[in-house]
């Protein structure tokens, strides 16, 4: 099984400011590495694929990046939408996994 | 617009069996592989199971293989997990996830509103 590593638990950000999310893999999943924003009382929501890819209606101030097993996420300027917890999730291999999540609070 | 609509949900004793539904409408329904995930309450996400669109390739999580099984009715457009000899860390959200294309890879856009399971005596 591929270990996913989210770090950091939580992150503080004043609105505004950029926010930096990171995912390890415990061994490489090439670009097959997907991230979700799940906010309070509802279901994940895809927000990046391939690793760099924005889903349909995603803005453009998410951006992912990373391979092998080193990933990415940012957020350009926080929109007090975007605070949430957000997933990374690797379907590489099977079992799929998912990483245990940043939150990202207002500062 | 593509829609998934869990049921089946509620409070079942430890050992006990129940069975998850997820209806599905907006996407031609054979042509992709649904998937099961759930979430412990405060915790993070796990995936349970997928099946492929014909219903010939199945995968299971180590925690539920043996206990809980997959299946998929196309000509009702819905997917079903069942769930045998129930334990209290079943207790979590069950999601149902659409794979997100047809292609090789499977990603999940997008995720139904999910089921609430809980096992309590």
């Known amino acids: 099984e591929i270990v996913m590593t989210q770090s950091p638990a939580t992150l503080s950000v004043s609105p505004g400011e950029r926010a930096t999310l990171s995912c390890r893999a415990g061994q490489s999943v090439s670009s097959n590495l997907a991230w979700y924003q799940q906010k309070p009382g509802q279901a994940p929501r895809l927000l990046i694929y391939?690793?760099?890819t924005r889903a349909t209606g995603i803005p453009a101030r998410f951006t992912g990046s990373g391979s092998g097993t080193e990933f990415t996420l940012t957020i350009s300027s926080l929109q007090s939408e975007d605070f949430a917890v957000y997933y990374c999730?690797?379907?590489?291999?099977?079992?799929?996994?998912f990483g245990g999540g940043t939150k990202v609070e207002i500062k | 617009e593509v829609q998934l609509v869990e049921s089946g949900g509620g409070l079942i004793q430890p050992g006990g069996s129940l069975r998850l539904s997820c209806a599905a409408s907006?996407?031609?329904?054979?042509?992709?592989?649904l998937n099961w995930v759930r979430q412990a309450p405060g915790k993070g996400l796990e995936w349970v199971s997928t099946v492929s669109g014909n219903g010939d390739y199945i995968y299971y999580a180590d925690s539920v293989k043996g206990r809980f099984t997959i299946s998929r009715d196309n000509s009702m457009n819905t997917v079903y997990l069942q769930m045998n000899s129930l334990r209290a860390e079943d207790t979590a959200v069950y999601y149902c996830a659409k794979k997100a294309t047809t292609g090789p890879y499977n990603w999940f856009d997008p995720w139904g509103q999910g089921t609430l399971v809980t096992v309590s005596s």
């Open positions: 391939g690793a760099s």
């Open positions: 999730h690797q379907y590489n291999n099977w079992p799929l996994t």
């Open positions: 907006g996407f031609t329904f054979s042509n992709y592989a």
